[in-house]
């Protein structure tokens, strides 16, 4: 079982953490937060056998940095070729050069969360060829003109960065 513990919820301190992480079973943590230094104490303090992946979208680089195992995250699922390239460059050693996808990266993150990101990814990837379905209430879909704007937006962001691995950032 991997815990899932977003931080910024405030619904788990690292002493309950400590305590689940001795329940058989209990493998490792999905860790959301922007505290890198708590989650580098549990790495420290659980082992290498306790695998600890970053979840914070925004900071998939500095994660890795401060010794995740790995990375989970919702825009992931948007833009895996973004994520995988961010990864690979990490576990080689170029946090510089992951630094500069993931400052890529979070600008998008950032630009779709000021509306109700999952049917927003939904239609992003459905517009990819991926059927994503749709979200239930009480998310919803911005309307017909937002959503053009969002994927303007998105080809923008491609076409300004040639070099970055976008595949899902729309045609």
Known sequence: MIVYNISLAG????KLVRRLASIEGVKGLKFTSRE???MCALKTELGADFKIFSGCDEMA???LLAGADGIIGSFYNMMPDTFKKIYELCTAGDFAGAF???KVATAVIKYLVQWDFFPVMKALLTDAGIDAGYSRRPFHLP???????IREFCRRMKAEHPDIPMAFLGK
Request: avoid cysteine; charge should be negative.
């Open 143 to 149: 309307d017909a003109e937002t959503m053009k704007g």
């Open 36 to 38: 890198h230094d708590d």
């Open 100 to 102: 500069e996808i993931q």
């Open 11 to 14: 619904l788990m301190d690292n």
């Open 61 to 63: 680089t500095q994660g």
